[in-house]
Each structure stands twice: as C-alpha cells, then as structure tokens.
C-alpha cells in the first residue's frame, strides 16, 4: 500500500577483450602471474574465457582474484527503479 524504490549496484562487467600491449596489459599480466593462460584466450587481444571470475578464484584465491576482476573490469551505473502504487477508490 506504499510506494517502493529500488537501488541496485550491478556487478561490474567484463571486458570482452583486453589489448596485448601498453602498460595496462603488463599490469593485467602481472596480476594474473602464472594462470594468465588460464584466464585469457588469444584473440587481436586477449579475451577473457568462460566463467573468468570463478576462475580467477579458483586459480588466484580470492584476495589476488579480486585485484585482478578489478583490472578487467568496465564502470557500471547505479540502477534506481519506482513502482508507485495507487491507493483503490
């Protein structure tokens, strides 16, 4: 009987794909040390593979996976949504 907002904080996409050079990359690589290979396919760039973030924590534990998901990573917007209810007659 009362009107309902909202807020959501989506998770924040993956990059579909990461360039294979520049310093970026170096840090992306660093990141993700030996499972690199695990983690990303060799594409123009390097694409990120089927089920990253679990596997990067699997491979990486979390502290480390989270360093890198954070590197790989696209800003998301903060989702508001109303639902207005009308009181019957």
């Not at 954070?70 to 508001?80: F, N, W």
């Amino acid at each position: 009987v009362g009107n309902i907002a909202r807020v959501t904080f989506p998770a924040r996409p993956l990059k579909s794909e990461i360039k294979g050079a520049g310093k970026s990359f170096l840090v992306v690589l660093t990141a993700a040390g030996k499972a690199f290979n695990k983690l990303f396919e060799k594409t123009h760039g390097w694409k990120l593979r089927d089920d990253f973030r679990q596997r990067a924590e699997d491979l990486l534990g979390q502290h480390d996976a989270t360093k890198l998901i954070k590197l790989v990573t696209s800003k998301s917007a903060t989702q508001v949504s109303y639902e207005i209810k009308e009181n019957p007659a």
